[in-house]
């Protein structure tokens, strides 16, 4: 059984930068055939898909926000990590971190998410 789960604070300052983590259990994150996502849903609007890193540690992110953000992993902890700079309000959302299947793509496993809030 794979498990994600997603760590961070919950409380961010606008203009500081979001660190999120997500430790996989049950799986390792170098298994081909999977990419490592991250994803938000803010207040009353739908899932945005923000980026992954592949197996092979490519990252691919979205056009919208890929001035702004990072994923990366530590092979040694499973874990994948994301950092959004310059936070804004409007990043204010659940952030989950979610299992992607080559090549079918979707996602088959979540987190529970993590509340973040943007404010001073």
């Known amino acids: 059984q794979v498990r994600l789960q997603e760590s961070g604070p919950g409380l961010v300052k606008p203009s500081q930068t979001l660190s999120l983590t997500c430790t996989v259990s049950g799986g390792s994150i170098t298994t081909n055939y999977y990419y490592w996502s991250w994803i938000r849903q803010p207040l009353g609007k739908g899932l945005e898909w923000i980026g992954h890193i592949t197996s092979v540690a490519s990252t691919y992110y979205s056009p919208s926000l890929k001035s702004r953000i990072s994923i990366s992993r530590d092979t040694s902890k499973n874990q994948f990590t994301l950092q959004l700079r310059s936070a804004t309000p409007e990043d204010t959302a659940v952030y989950y971190c979610?299992?992607?299947?080559?090549?079918?793509?979707?996602?088959?496993?979540w987190g529970q998410g993590t509340q973040v809030t943007i404010s001073s």
């Open positions: 979610a299992r992607t299947p080559r090549p079918t793509g979707g996602y088959d496993y």
